[in-house]
């Protein structure tokens, strides 16, 4: 079965292909209504989410496809004590497609140990995020014209931020990309990300100062602090606010620097940035449903190039 757990699921041609897909669909989105027509997606949520779960079950419904789901377990047998493997299990048999979330890294490839039908990985735990990475690389391709020769800052969260991880798993396979990852001490980039890098020949430092980093970028990919991950509230208070970028920090900034997050923000890019036409979040978050409608259509389809994706039905 073709699932999505980690995007390594895929060949880089793929993702190039999903990318060009993507692009493709966000010119002209209203050519691909409707060729889902009769398939089913569930949405299962067991982290709370506004883009990943509203972006697939619109690029599900614009693909003319229909969306169950739960978006609280606790409004599920969950609250009974349902297992994941019982409700994968009976969830796959009621939908052609399953979406899932879930606090504990892993879940999404157990889920599709049980899954009698594909499986996409909306986020396990701290660990990765596929379709956020497809969404990034999506945006990088429009907004900065490639995927390759850039300089690329990540600050904030780096240790519980998937977002990150992913990211950067990715990064790794396109030439001549060198990163700098922004953290505190506590949230440095996990030693197994560090290891992937350094084994792709990878230039990369570790820095404290967003400030003196900032100058040098292509690209900055702010992160939110992950409250959720840390195990206490004073733990958290330590890490929050340490890294904000505002206007004056900007102005050591190339000028055509991109500004990426996955989003949501809490107070780590302060709201008079939005207007900056370096600031690509909100674009990026629209690119998300491109992303996501080119992946379905993939699923669904696997060996299916982009020229080849049927015309939409008629009558
Ligand atoms: N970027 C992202 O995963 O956002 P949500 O948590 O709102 O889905």
Not at 265 to 281: G, K, L, M, N, Q
Request: glycine share 6%; charged share 25%.
């Amino acid at each position: 079965l073709p699932h999505l757990i980690d995007l390594d699921d895929l060949q880089v041609a793929q993702w190039e292909k999903l990318i060009m897909l993507a692009g493709e669909i966000s010119k002209k989105p209203s050519d691909y209504f409707g060729r889902l027509s009769g398939k089913i997606m569930a949405t299962l949520f067991y982290e709370p989410s506004t883009r990943t779960q509203m972006s697939f079950q619109t690029a599900m419904l614009r693909l003319g496809g229909e969306v169950i789901g739960f978006d609280n377990p606790q409004n599920s047998s969950v609250a009974k004590g349902e297992s994941l493997k019982d409700t994968v299990k009976i969830m796959s048999g009621y939908a052609d497609i399953l979406v899932i979330r879930h606090p504990y890294e892993g879940s999404a490839k157990a889920a599709s140990l049980y899954a009698s039908c594909p499986v996409i990985n909306a986020g396990d735990g701290g660990h990765l995020h596929p379709t956020q990475t497809l969404t990034d690389l999506v945006t990088l391709k429009q907004e900065k014209g490639r995927l390759t020769n850039l300089t690329i800052g990540l600050c904030g969260d780096l240790k519980n931020g998937r977002t990150v991880h992913s990211l950067l798993k990715a990064m790794v396979k396109f030439k001549g990309n060198r990163f700098v990852l922004i953290s505190t001490e506590e949230l440095r980039i996990p030693s197994y990300i560090r290891d992937i890098l350094q084994a792709n020949g990878c230039p990369f430092e570790e820095v404290f100062s967003l400030e003196e980093a900032i100058g040098e970028l292509d690209v900055l990919y702010m992160t939110r602090i992950q409250k959720e991950r840390f195990s206490s509230e004073e733990e958290y208070k330590r890490q929050n606010s340490i890294y904000t970028l505002d206007e004056k920090k900007l102005e050591r900034a190339k000028l055509d620097m991109k500004i990426m997050h996955p989003l949501p923000r809490v107070d780590e890019i302060a709201d008079a940035v939005d207007t900056d036409p370096r600031a690509i979040y909100f674009k990026q978050a629209a690119y998300g449903i491109y992303a996501r409608m080119a992946l379905i259509l993939m699923l669904f389809d696997g060996s299916l190039p982009a020229t080849a994706i049927p015309k939409p039905r008629t009558g």
